[in-house]
C-alpha cells in the first residue's frame, strides 16, 4: 500500500523537517505486519514529494486474521495492497511526531499551512465517491478520484470498490496526516483485524475539534465500532460460501430483516445492513412493533397458555409473550443456534428468575421436519417465516406443523407483496429481503392459508396489520387459523 | 436343590431382611455389575453404606441405574431387603415399564441367625428390634407378591435351601433368533382357506403323507395371525397351521381374533361380533377334539418372534422396537392390538397411531392387522394384511429376499364397517397421494393427521383395501421417497451413524446444529438429496523448489497406501454439482416421490435434480436446469447407458465456467484483489523508479515490489479462464467425472477408468457435456513419476486447474482403512486463487509448506464412509431417514473448521 504527500508551497523540501525525514535517505521501519519505507521520489524546491510504502507480509495477515466473508478471504486479501487502518498504523509509527505537531529544529514549520497533496492509489470507499467527498470537503480539500475497474477484461464487471484518490489543499501536515489517520479506516470499513475497541475509542477522542464539528462524525464513528462476528456465525459462513459469494451477517436468522438487525446503523448510507432496510427504516420500526402487537393481541383473544414462536429469531416476540402472565409455557423455535443465542442474550435467561425462566425454552428445530417436541401446543406463531421458506418445501412445512403439531390455533405474518409498490426503494418486483424466497399478494396469501386449513380441519381468519393501502392493502398480513373443535 | 428359573432378561429382587445373606447370595449366582444393591447407592450418594438417612435419594439413584440397565436389556438384580410393599411396588413398576418379567427371590431365614449375623457386622448397628419387625413384613409379603405383579416368586427358607439353589436362565419364549429361515410370512387368512391353499401352493410347500405341507427347500411359513373370523373356513385354516406348526415347517403368532376366540371357547362372555359368529359356527360344525386341540394351540402361542439373529421381528399389528423379545401385557396388547391413541373416530372406531412412521429400529418388523392396498415397506417395517377376506388378496413375504408374492381374494366374503372410499376430508388431509385408501395412509402416511389416522381403526374399519390398490402402488410403492418422514430427532444432537465403509463415524452436537440450519434452509427436498460429496485432501506439500504441489507426492502417497494403479484425471475448475437425473416421471415418483399432480407442495416435482456440494438447488432458473436435465437424459439415451444404470442415475459433475455460480465471488472479490494489486503494486514501482533515478538506495526494495507486480498480474491471469458469460445452456458445459449410481446399484465397485469411459460416451452423445482428460498410472511403473509430471505440467500450463489422482478402484483397501478416494494436485498458477498472489514471492513458499492435512484427509474419508453409504441405503430402498442421517452426517462434517486452503 502506498500514500504520497507531496508539498508545491517553496521551499518545498521543508516536508523533510516537518516529516523529521532526510530526502536524501530511506527509511525503513518494522510496522508490525510489514515494513513501512519512507523515501523520496523527488525532491525540488517547488515541489517534494515523500512516498510512504508499506510492505505487508501477506502470511502473517493470515495468521493474524479471523475467518472473513468467506474461507479464503484472509489469503486473497486486498489488505496488503490497499490504503486502510493499516496505512494509518504505518502513518503513527512513521510520522508519530509530525501527528503530534512537533519539529525540534523548526519549531515554527508545524504551525504553517502549505499546498499539500496527498495521493492514494488504491482506496477502498465503501460508500462510494460521493462519502469520499463527504468526508474529507468539509474539511477544506480539493478531490480528485478515478475508480479503478475490476478487470479490463471483463468490463461488464464495471468498477471496483477502490480509488485513486487525490486529496489537496492549504494546510499544516499534521492535520493532513491526522485526518488521514482516522478518516482512511473510515473509507475502508473494514474489518480491524489487529485493533481492539479500546484503541479505536482514543482514537476517536484523540481526533480533536475537526471530528466534533463533522457534519459525518456520527457515521465516522459508528464505522469504528463494527462489531466482528461470532465463532458460531464462521461455521454457518463456511457452509454457504461460495454459493452466496459471503455470508450475509443477518443471514443465520432467518427473520433477519424484521426482526431487528444486530446493526442499529441503518441510516449509514455506506452500511451493508441499511441497505436491506425495506421499509425504511422508521416505518420498518414501526410495521415490526405493529406485527408485534396483531400477534400478541391474536394470541391473547385465542386464550393459548401454552404457546410455540416458530421461527423467533432474536426473540422479540418472546420478550413480548413473557410480560403477559396468561401464557404460561412459551417455547422459542429457530433452525440457527446463532439466531437463539441473541434471543437467550435479550431474554436475559441466565439471569432470569426461576419461576419466569421455567416458563420459557429455546429449541433449535427445523420446521420441515416432523418434531414431537413441538405437538400439544395451544398456539403457534409463525410471524415472518414462511416467505423464507422455498415455495417447494413449504408443503413440509405445512405437515409438520398442521399435520403433526397441530396446535389449536396457528397464527401466520408475512408481506403483502402488492404494498411493496408503495416502497419507493424497492425496484419492482424485488422483494423485501435477499433471504425471502416468495412474497404474496392478499389472494395469493388466502389461497394458501384457506387449503391449508381446509386439508387439516381448520378455519382461516385475515387481517391487515399496518396503515391499509386502498388498492395495496396492508404491508403485512395475518391470518389466524383455528382448529375445528 | 432349588431351581429357579428366570428369563435372561429380567429384574430379580432379592426378598430378605437384614443380615438374611442377599449379597451374597447375590455375588454368587450374578455379575457384580447385574447387582444393584442399597447399601452401595447410600454409600455412593451420601459416602456411608450405613446411612439411613439418605435412602429415598439412594433409591432414586438406584431406579435410575436399574432403569438404564433394563431400558438396554440387561439383566437387573436389586439386593435390598424390599419387605414393605411400598418398596417393591416401584421395581414392579420398572419391570411393567421396560416389558420385563419382575422376579422376586426371598430370602426366609430364621430371625435368630439374621440377628447374629447382624451383631458380627461392627458396621451394623441395627438391634434385633429391626430384624423381628422386618420378618413380620416379610412373613405377610410372601403370601401378596404374586398379587403384587411378580410373576415368578421363589421362596428359599433356611439357610441349607439358600445355599443349595441354583439358577438357571432360560431363552425367552420371543427369542427364537436362531430361527434363520428363510421364512414366508403370510398375512391375515381370516378363514380364507382356498386362498391360503393357492398361496401355500404358489410358495411350494407340498402336502406330505402326514397332512403337513412343508417345503422342498426346508422353508418355514409364518402366519401373523388373524387366522380366523370371517371367512368361509376357519377349521380348515387352522388345521392347516397348526398341522404345519406341528411339523415344524410353519410358526404362528396370534392375533386379536384368535385372542378373542380363545376366550368364546373358553365360554367366557364375549360380544359376538366382526365374523366371530362364523367361526364358533363353523367349529362347533365339527368334533369336540378338534376344539379343544384349537383351545391348546391358540392358547400356547406366543406374543411375537424375534427371528432370524434378530434381524426380523413377526407380530401381529407390529411392534415397538423397545418391546422386541421383551414380556409384558403391554407387550403383549401391543403385538395383538398395534397402538391406538385411545380417541375414537366418528363410526366409533379406535384412532390408530401411526408408530411405524417413529419406527428406527434395525429389525425388519413384519405385521398385519390393518388392510392395507399393497404392503409398503415403512421405516422397515411392513404390513401384509391385504384384506383377503374383504375381496383383496393373501400376500407373502419372502424373507430374506424381500419378494412379495399375493393370491387374489375369489370372492368379497364379508363387508367393510367402513365404505370403500375414504371421505373426501381424508384423502385432501392426507394431501398427498390421490388414490391411496385409508389403510394405507394411517400406517404409511404422517401426512394422515387425526382425521386420516381415524380412516383405518383396528382391522374392523379398513377394507378399503382392494379398490384403492391400484394407485396405491405407483403412489406409495417407496416408503423411502417420503420426506415427510424425516424427524429432527433423526438428526439432531450428536450421533454416530454406522458406514460399511468406516465403521461408525461421529457426528458432533454442534456440526448437526449447523447442518440443521443449512439444510432447512437451503437444501432441496430431501427426497432428492440422496448424496453429497466429500471433501478432498490434497497432496502433502512438494518439497520442490517453487512449488507447493507435486502430483510425485500423490503417486508416492498412494504407493505407501499399497495402492497399484491410479487413475489420473483432470480437474475442472468449475462449481461441483450432483445431477440426478431419471428415466422417466414414473421412475421419478417410484424412486422420489416426485408428484407432477397432487395436493400442493407434498412431492417433490421434476423428473430429476441439479444441486450443489451443500446440497442447494444449482440453478436458479428452473429453464436452465429442466434443459439441462432433458439434455442430460438425451446423451443417456443414445449412449443406452440406461441398460447398466436402470431407472435413473446420478452423476457426479463439475460445472463450467465457475463464474456461472460465483460470478459474484469473483468479481468482487478475486477480480477486486487482483484490481488493487496491480493497481498499487505499479504506482509503488513508479515511485520507486523515481527514487532510484535520484541516486537513493531502493534496489532490493524495488526488485521486490518488481516481483511481486508480477505475482499480482499472473493472479488475475489465474482467475481468468474460469470466468465468461453465460445467456443459455449453450454457454454452460456439463463435465461428469464419476457415475454414482442407478435404480439397479451404486458404481463404487467400477473402475476409473470405466467412469471415464462412460463421460466420454456421454460427451459424444452431446457437446453440453465435456470430457476429462486422465491418465491411467501403473505406480509399479519406474517411468510413471516423470509421465505423470509431464502430463500434469501440460495441463496446468495451460491455464488448468490441476489434477485428481485417484485409485484405480475407488475403494481400495489400504494400509489403515480405505485409501483416500481422491488426492488432489493443483498447479501452481492456480494456487495464487487458494494462497493469495504472493504465494510464490521469495520466503512467503517456506512458511506456507508447513500445512496439516491429516484433519482434511480424516474429514475426506469420513464424508466418502458417509456418502457411499447414503447410495447404497438408497439403492436398497432402505427409509428415508437413513438415507438422510448419511447425507446430513457430510454437510455436518463439511462444517467442521479445516484450513480452507487445503
Known amino acids: 500500500m502506498l500514500l504520497t504527500i507531496t508539498s508545491t508551497s517553496p521551499p518545498a523540501t521543508d516536508l523533510g523537517f516537518l516529516l523529521h525525514k532526510n530526502p536524501a535517505a530511506v527509511r525503513s521501519v518494522d510496522v508490525g505486519f510489514g515494513m513501512a519505507h519512507a523515501y523520496y521520489p523527488e525532491a525540488g524546491a517547488d515541489r517534494c514529494t515523500i512516498a510512504l510504502l508499506v510492505e505487508v507480509d501477506p502470511v502473517a495477515l493470515v495468521r493474524r486474521s479471523r475467518g472473513g466473508p468467506f474461507p479464503l478471504a484472509a489469503y486473497v486479501n486486498d489488505r496488503p495492497y490497499v490504503a486502510s487502518s493499516f496505512l494509518s498504523v504505518a502513518l503513527r509509527k512513521v510520522f508519530g511526531t509530525a501527528l503530534r505537531g512537533q519539529c525540534k529544529e523548526r519549531p515554527e514549520l508545524p504551525d504553517q499551512r502549505l499546498e499539500l497533496t496527498a495521493r492514494l492509489p488504491v482506496l477502498p470507499c465503501r460508500g462510494g465517491e460521493g462519502l469520499l467527498r463527504r468526508l474529507f470537503e468539509p474539511l477544506g480539500y480539493a478531490v480528485s478520484a478515478r475508480p479503478i475497474p475490476l478487470d479490463p477484461r471483463f468490463p461488464w464487471w464495471g468498477d471496483s470498490p477502490y480509488f485513486d484518490v487525490s486529496v489537496s489543499a492549504r494546510c499544516r501536515v499534521r492535520d493532513l496526516l491526522g485526518q488521514l489517520y482516522v478518516l482512511l479506516p473510515v473509507l475502508d470499513d473494514d474489518k480491524h483485524y489487529w485493533v481492539t475497541k479500546d484503541e479505536i475509542d482514543k482514537l476517536v477522542d484523540g481526533a480533536g475539534e475537526w471530528l466534533a464539528g463533522h457534519p459525518e462524525r456520527d457515521a465516522i464513528a459508528r464505522r469504528y465500532l463494527r462489531h466482528q462476528p461470532g465463532l458460531a456465525a464462521e461455521a454457518i459462513a463456511r457452509l454457504v460460501d461460495e454459493e452466496s459469494g459471503g455470508a450475509d451477517p443477518d443471514g443465520a436468522d432467518p427473520d433477519g430483516a424484521d426482526r431487528g438487525s444486530a446493526d442499529p446503523g441503518s441510516a449509514d448510507p455506506g452500511s451493508a445492513a441499511g441497505e436491506f432496510a425495506v421499509p425504511p427504516a422508521g416505518e420498518h420500526a414501526r410495521l415490526r412493533d405493529l406485527r408485534l402487537t396483531a400477534v400478541l393481541g391474536a394470541l391473547k383473544a385465542s386464550g393459548a397458555r401454552r404457546v410455540l414462536d416458530l421461527g423467533c429469531g432474536d426473540g422479540r416476540l418472546l420478550a413480548g409473550l413473557l410480560q403477559d402472565g396468561q401464557f404460561e409455557e412459551i417455547v422459542g423455535v429457530d433452525a440457527s443456534v446463532t439466531a437463539l443465542e441473541r434471543a437467550a442474550r435479550r431474554l436475559r435467561l441466565a439471569e432470569m428468575a426461576p419461576r419466569q425462566r421455567a416458563r420459557i425454552r429455546l429449541l433449535q428445530g427445523a420446521l420441515t421436519y416432523s418434531d414431537r417436541r413441538l405437538a400439544g401446543y395451544d398456539a403457534a406463531v409463525l410471524m415472518e417465516v414462511i416467505e423464507h421458506v422455498d415455495l417447494d418445501r413449504l408443503g413440509a412445512l405445512e405437515q409438520a406443523i398442521f399435520g403433526e403439531a397441530a396446535p389449536a390455533t396457528v397464527i401466520v405474518t408475512t408481506p403483502n407483496a402488492e404494498h411493496n409498490a408503495r416502497y419507493p426503494g424497492l425496484a419492482p418486483g424485488a422483494r423485501r429481503h435477499p433471504d425471502h424466497r416468495f412474497e404474496w399478494g392478499r389472494a395469493e396469501f388466502r389461497a394458501w392459508a384457506g387449503a391449508v386449513a381446509q386439508r387439516h380441519g381448520y378455519t382461516a381468519v385475515f387481517e391487515p396489520v399496518g396503515a391499509e393501502d386502498s388498492r395495496a392493502g396492508p404491508p403485512t398480513q395475518l391470518a389466524v387459523l383455528a382448529r375445528c373443535p | ?902
Not at chain 2, 403323507?209 to 409364518?222: E, I, Y
Not at chain 2, 364397517?417 to 385408501?437: C, D, E, F, K, S
Not at chain 2, 437444501?523 to 497432496?539: F, K, S
Not at chain 2, 443417456?636 to 444404470?645: F, I, Q, R, S, Y
Request: glycine content about 10%; aromatic content about 6%; proline content about 6%.
Open chain 2, 1 to 902: 436343590m432349588t431351581t429357579i428359573k428366570i428369563p435372561e432378561l429380567c429384574l430379580v429382587a432379592l426378598v430378605g431382611v437384614t443380615g438374611s445373606g442377599k449379597s451374597t447370595f447375590a455375588a454368587r449366582h450374578f455379575r457384580p455389575t447385574e447387582v444393584l444393591s442399597s447399601d452401595f447407592f447410600r454409600g455412593l450418594v451420601g459416602d456411608d453404606e450405613n446411612d439411613q438417612s439418605v435412602t429415598t435419594e439412594a433409591f432414586e439413584a438406584l431406579h435410575v441405574v436399574a432403569a438404564k440397565r433394563l431400558a438396554i436389556g440387561r439383566l437387573t438384580v436389586i439386593d435390598a431387603t424390599s419387605v414393605q410393599p411400598e418398596a417393591r411396588r416401584p421395581l414392579v413398576a420398572l419391570a411393567r415399564e421396560h416389558h420385563v418379567l419382575p422376579v422376586a427371590i426371598v430370602l426366609d431365614i430364621g430371625e435368630k441367625t439374621c440377628i447374629e449375623r447382624n451383631a458380627a457386622r461392627p458396621d451394623r448397628s441395627f438391634g434385633p428390634g429391626v430384624v423381628r419387625r422386618q420378618h413380620g413384613m416379610l412373613a405377610r409379603s410372601i403370601r401378596q407378591l404374586e398379587r403384587e405383579g411378580f410373576r415368578r416368586v421363589f421362596v428359599l427358607r433356611g439357610e441349607a435351601e439358600v445355599d443349595a439353589a441354583q439358577i438357571v436362565r432360560e431363552r425367552a419364549w420371543t427369542d427364537r433368533s436362531d430361527a434363520r429361515g428363510p421364512f414366508d410370512i403370510i398375512g391375515d387368512v381370516h378363514g380364507c382357506h382356498g386362498e391360503l391353499s393357492d398361496l401355500l401352493d404358489s410358495l411350494g410347500y407340498l402336502p406330505a403323507s402326514d397332512g403337513a405341507r412343508r417345503h422342498p427347500a426346508g422353508r418355514t411359513a409364518v402366519f401373523l395371525g388373524d387366522l380366523v373370523d370371517r371367512g368361509p373356513d376357519t377349521p380348515g385354516v387352522l388345521a392347516e397351521v397348526m398341522a404345519m406348526a406341528a411339523a415344524g415347517s410353519a410358526l404362528c403368532v396370534p392375533g386379536n381374533h384368535e385372542s378373542k376366540l380363545l376366550r368364546a371357547l373358553r365360554g367366557r362372555d364375549v360380544k359376538i361380533s366382526h365374523g366371530l359368529a362364523e367361526s364358533l359356527a363353523q367349529l362347533q360344525a365339527g368334533p369336540a377334539e378338534f376344539r379343544t386341540q384349537v383351545i391348546a394351540y391358540l392358547d400356547g402361542l406366543i406374543s411375537h418372534y424375534v427371528l432370524d439373529g434378530g434381524r426380523l421381528v413377526v407380530a401381529h399389528a407390529g411392534l415397538r422396537e423397545e418391546m422386541h423379545g421383551r414380556a409384558s401385557a403391554a407387550v403383549r396388547a401391543f403385538a395383538l392390538y398395534g397402538e391406538t391413541t385411545g380417541e375414537t373416530d366418528e363410526l366409533g372406531l379406535p384412532v390408530r397411531y401411526p408408530w411405524a412412521q417413529d419406527y428406527r429400529g434395525k429389525a425388519a418388523v413384519v405385521y398385519g392387522h390393518t388392510p392395507v392396498p399393497v404392503p409398503v415397506w415403512v421405516n422397515n417395517t411392513i404390513c401384509l394384511d391385504t384384506g383377503c377376506v374383504f375381496g383383496g388378496s393373501l400376500t407373502a413375504l419372502r424373507y430374506p429376499e424381500r419378494e412379495l408374492v399375493s393370491v387374489p381374494a375369489r370372492r368379497v366374503y364379508y363387508e367393510p364397517a367402513r365404505p370403500l372410499a375414504p371421505p373426501a376430508v381424508t384423502a385432501a388431509g392426507a394431501g398427498a397421494r390421490a388414490g391411496a385408501a385409508a389403510g394405507i395412509m394411517a400406517e404409511a402416511g404422517p401426512a394422515a393427521g387425526p382425521a386420516a389416522g381415524a380412516a383405518a381403526g383396528g382391522d374392523a374399519g379398513a377394507g378399503a383395501a382392494a379398490e384403492a390398490g391400484a394407485g396405491a402402488a405407483a403412489e406409495g410403492g417407496v416408503a423411502n421417497a417420503d420426506g415427510r418422514m424425516l424427524d429432527v430427532a433423526d438428526v439432531l444432537g450428536r450421533r454416530g451413524i454406522e458406514t460399511r465403509l468406516r465403521g461408525r463415524v461421529s457426528v458432533p452436537e454442534e456440526n448437526a446444529a449447523a447442518a440443521l440450519e443449512v439444510m432447512s434452509r437451503f437444501a432441496v427436498d430431501p427426497r432428492w438429496l440422496i448424496y453429497l460429496p466429500p471433501t478432498m485432501a490434497p497432496v502433502p506439500a512438494s518439497s520442490r523448489p517453487g512449488l507447493l504441489e507435486h502430483p510425485g507426492d500423490a503417486l508416492a502417497a498412494f504407493r505407501r497406501d499399497h495402492v497399484q494403479r491410479v487413475v489420473c484425471e483432470e480437474k475442472h475448475m468449475g462449481s461441483r454439482a450432483i445431477a440426478v437425473v431419471c428415466r422417466t416421471p414414473e421412475a421419478a415418483r417410484d424412486w422420489f416421490g416426485a408428484a407432477g399432480t397432487g395436493a400442493e407442495g407434498t412431492g417433490a416435482e421434476g423428473t430429476g435434480i441439479v444441486y450443489t456440494r451443500t446440497g442447494r438447488r444449482f440453478f436458479t432458473s428452473a429453464g436452465m436446469e429442466e434443459a439441462l436435465l432433458s439434455r442430460l437424459r438425451g446423451a443417456l439415451d443414445a449412449t443406452g447407458m440406461w441398460n447398466e444404470l436402470g431407472d435413473w442415475a446420478a452423476l457426479d459433475c463439475e460445472i463450467l465456467p465457475w463464474s456461472l455460480k460465483a460470478d459474484e465471488l469473483i468479481s468482487g472479490h478475486y477480480a477486486a484483489v487482483g484490481a488493487a494489486a496491480v493497481a498499487g503494486l505499479s504506482a509503488a514501482a513508479g515511485t520507486l523508479d523515481a527514487a532510484r533515478a535520484r541516486g537513493l538506495e531502493v534496489a532490493g526494495l524495488g526488485e521486490r515490489t518488481a516481483e511481486r507486480l508480477r505475482a499480482a498480474e499472473s493472479f488475475v491471469r489465474a482467475y481468468r479462464p474460469y470466468v465468461w458469460p453465460v445467456s443459455s445452456l449453450d454457454d454452460v458445459r456439463l463435465a461428469p467425472f464419476q457415475v454414482l449410481a442407478g435404480s439397479t446399484g451404486t458404481c463404487f465397485g467400477r473402475d476409473h477408468e470405466w467412469h471415464m469411459k462412460a463421460a466420454e460416451r456421454l460427451a459424444g452423445a452431446d457437446p453440453l457435456i465435456a470430457t476429462t482428460r486422465y491418465l491411467v498410472a501403473d505406480l509399479a511403473d519406474p517411468g510413471v513419476e516423470a509421465a505423470v509430471a509431464v502430463w500434469w505440467e501440460e495441463l496446468t500450463g495451460a491455464g488448468g486447474e490441476g489434477m485428481v489422482v485417484k485409485p484405480a478402484e475407488p475403494i481400495t483397501r489400504g494400509r489403515h482403512g480405505i485409501a483416500q478416494p481422491g488426492i488432489k494436485c493443483r498447479g501452481p498458477e492456480y494456487l495464487r486463487i487458494i494462497y493469495g498472489p504472493e504465494y510464490t514471492v521469495a520466503g512467503n513458499l517456506a512458511r506456507l509448506r508447513e500445512r496439516n492435512l491429516g484433519r482434511k484427509r480424516s474429514l475426506a474419508s469420513s464424508e466418502f464412509a458417509l456418502g457411499v453409504e447414503a447410495l447404497e441405503r438408497f439403492v436398497c430402498r432402505e427409509p428415508a431417514f437413513r438415507v438422510h442421517e448419511c447425507v446430513f452426517g457430510v454437510l455436518a462434517l463439511e462444517s467442521k473448521p479445516v484450513d480452507p486452503r487445503l
